[in-house]
C-alpha cells in the first residue's frame, strides 16, 4: 500500500466539515490490513522492535512489537513504560494506518519501553465490519473472553510488565470531531488536554457538553467508572483492571477524511507519549 503522509496545517484548513457518508454505520474507506500489517513488520524489524506472533485458535497471529528505552535517561529520569493498541474494530482503518505512521516516523521519546499491538481484529478488517467473524464485538469482551482474539491478547498480556500509560486508538462513525475518554482513578496529572490541544491543529474536535451519553468537555470524557458494575468490558476496563492505573482511548471522527483521522491520532499519541516521557508533565 502507498504510504502516504499529509501536511497537517494544509489539512487543517480543508477538512473543517463532515463528508456526510456515514448513516447507520461507517461508509468510508477501507483499507488492505494485510498490507498494512506487512508495513508495520517491515518497520518494526528495520528499527530492531522485537516482534511476537502471538498464536490466536483458528485465526490468523495477533502480532505485537516490543522496543525498551534508547540512550540511558538523564540521572534525574526515569524509564516509562507504554503500550498502545488499535483495530479492535474492523471499520476504524485510521488506527492501524496511525500505528502504520508511527513505526515508519520512529518518533520515540527515548526514556519509554513501548509495547504494541498494531491490529487486534484482522479478521473483522478483512470483512469491513465492526465485529470479529463471529459476530463478537470485541470491545466488549474483555470480562467474558469468548472471542479467540481477547482469549489471545489477554493471555500476552498476562506475560507482560505493568504499564504506566496505555493509549487505544479508536474512531467514532457519529462523532462530530475528536475527543478522548480518560481513566484516571489515582487522579495523576493528566495528558488529556495537552493530546486535545494538539490534535485541534490537525482535526476538528468535539466540544458537545454530552458524547456517548456520558458528560463531556472540550472533547474530553472523564467517566466515573468502576469496572467491577459493567457486565461487558472494552480493552480500556481489562487494561485499568490488571495493567495500568492511566488509560486513554482516542476517537477519532470517522465522518472526515481518512488523512485527518490518521494525523488526529498520530498528534494524539504523539502528544501523550512526549508528555509521559517528560515526567508526566503535561506541559
Not at 242 to 264: F, G, I
Request: charged share 25%; net charge negative.
Amino acid at each position: 500500500m502507498r504510504m502516504t503522509k499529509t501536511n497537517p496545517v494544509a489539512l487543517s484548513t480543508e477538512v473543517r466539515r463532515r463528508l456526510g457518508r456515514n448513516l447507520n454505520g461507517y461508509r468510508g474507506d477501507t483499507i488492505d490490513i494485510a498490507a498494512v500489517l506487512n508495513d508495520c513488520l517491515e518497520a518494526a524489524r528495520r528499527r530492531g522492535w522485537t516482534v511476537e506472533e502471538v498464536p490466536v485458535t483458528g485465526k490468523l497471529p495477533l502480532l505485537a512489537f516490543w522496543r525498551g528505552a534508547g540512550d540511558p535517561p538523564r540521572q534525574r529520569d526515569r524509564t516509562w513504560r507504554v503500550y498502545l493498541s488499535s483495530g479492535i474494530h474492523g471499520d476504524e482503518p485510521a488506527g492501524p494506518l496511525a500505528m502504520r505512521r508511527l513505526l515508519h516516523d520512529n518518533r520515540w521519546p527515548p526514556n519509554l519501553e513501548i509495547r504494541i499491538c498494531p491490529c487486534l481484529n484482522r479478521a473483522g478488517f478483512i470483512q469491513n465490519r465492526r465485529e470479529n467473524p463471529e459476530g463478537c464485538d470485541l470491545n466488549r469482551d474483555y470480562l467474558s473472553l469468548t472471542a479467540a482474539e481477547t482469549k489471545a491478547h489477554t493471555h500476552w498480556l498476562q506475560q507482560q510488565p505493568a504499564f504506566d500509560l496505555c493509549l487505544c486508538l479508536h474512531e467514532d462513525w457519529e462523532s462530530a470531531g475528536f475527543y478522548v475518554y480518560e481513566l484516571n482513578p489515582d487522579n495523576q496529572p493528566s495528558l488529556a488536554e495537552k493530546i486535545v490541544a494538539c490534535v485541534a491543529g490537525v482535526c476538528p474536535i468535539d466540544t458537545s457538553e454530552s458524547i456517548e451519553d456520558r458528560p463531556a468537555h472540550n472533547g474530553i470524557i472523564r467517566p466515573s467508572v468502576d469496572p467491577r458494575s459493567r457486565p461487558q468490558w472494552p480493552e480500556a476496563f481489562y487494561l485499568l483492571t490488571y495493567k495500568t492505573r492511566l488509560s486513554y482511548t482516542l476517537e477519532a471522527p470517522s465522518d472526515y477524511a481518512l488523512d485527518c483521522r490518521v494525523d488526529a491520532l498520530v498528534v494524539g499519541a504523539q502528544a501523550a507519549l512526549e508528555s509521559l516521557a517528560r515526567g508526566g508533565d503535561p506541559e
